[in-house]
């Protein structure tokens, strides 16, 4: 067995692991979605019903704040949502079947070698096979996590801009109540 082979082995063997662990983190960051939609929903209610008087600049300021906030929103929520749809990735062969097929190689290296035929190096066989199967899964895996990891992106930064629309709109409707309570 070659060095390149056990090294390239081990290196596509880590990479595989790391795809699959990335699927976990799309589901780590929804409790941040969740909370901050929260905070929205929360800051947006107590709004709405304060918003300045209709028909005046304000209320059109604060009404297209408003539509930008729940814009972007439900923007954050489809790309969240196309984020934890369920994909398909690849994985390796199941064990039984890596197990069947190791014992087939050591005994076709036992038997080559019985009949004083060219020998098998079982180990590097294996290796081989799934070095293979690793990096067809481990590609697969990433392309599958760096679609997602792009809808979570979309979707954080739809979140900030709806942060940024609410957190404007509760400064204006405050500072419309602030200039009335001065008159």
Same mark, same amino acid.
Do not use: C
């Given at each position: 067995?070659?060095?390149?082979?056990?090294?390239? $082995?081990?290196?596509?063997?880590?990479?595989?692991?790391?795809?699959?662990?990335?699927? $976990?983190?799309?589901?780590?960051?929804?409790?941040?979605?969740?909370?901050? +939609?929260?905070?929205?929903?929360?800051?947006?209610?107590?709004?709405? $019903?304060?918003?300045?008087?209709?028909?005046?600049?304000?209320?059109?300021? !604060?009404?297209?704040?408003?539509?930008?906030?729940?814009?972007?929103?439900?923007?954050?929520?489809?790309?969240?949502? !196309?984020?934890?749809?369920?994909?398909?990735?690849?994985?390796?062969?199941? $064990?039984?079947?890596?197990?069947?097929?190791?014992?087939? +190689?050591?005994?076709?290296?036992?038997?080559?070698?019985?009949?004083?035929?060219?020998?098998?190096? !079982?180990?590097?066989?294996?290796?081989?096979?799934? &070095?293979?199967?690793?990096?067809? &899964?481990?590609?697969?895996?990433?392309?599958?996590?760096?679609?997602?990891?792009?809808?979570?992106?979309?979707?954080?930064?739809?979140?900030?801009?709806?942060?940024?629309?609410?957190?404007?709109?509760?400064?204006?409707?405050?500072?419309?109540?602030?200039?009335?309570?001065?008159?």
């Amino acid at each position: 067995m070659t060095s390149a082979r056990s090294h390239i $082995e081990k290196t596509l063997a880590e990479a595989y692991r790391k795809e699959i662990d990335q699927e $976990e983190n799309v589901w780590r960051s929804l409790p941040f979605f969740a909370a901050t +939609l929260a905070f929205q929903l929360a800051a947006l209610f107590n709004m709405v $019903e304060r918003l300045p008087a209709s028909g005046t600049t304000l209320w059109v300021e !604060a009404r297209v704040l408003l539509s930008l906030s729940t814009v972007a929103t439900l923007i954050a929520l489809g790309y969240l949502a !196309a984020s934890i749809f369920p994909a398909e990735f690849s994985y390796i062969a199941p $064990e039984p079947d890596l197990l069947a097929y190791a014992d087939a +190689l050591d005994r076709d290296e036992q038997d080559a070698t019985g009949r004083g035929l060219a020998p098998i190096d !079982a180990e590097a066989v294996l290796k081989a096979m799934l &070095a293979r199967q690793y990096a067809v &899964a481990a590609d697969k895996n990433r392309r599958v996590n760096q679609r997602r990891a792009r809808w979570r992106s979309i979707a954080g930064l739809a979140t900030l801009a709806s942060v940024f629309a609410t957190i404007a709109l509760v400064v204006l409707v405050v500072l419309t109540y602030v200039h009335r309570a001065r008159e």
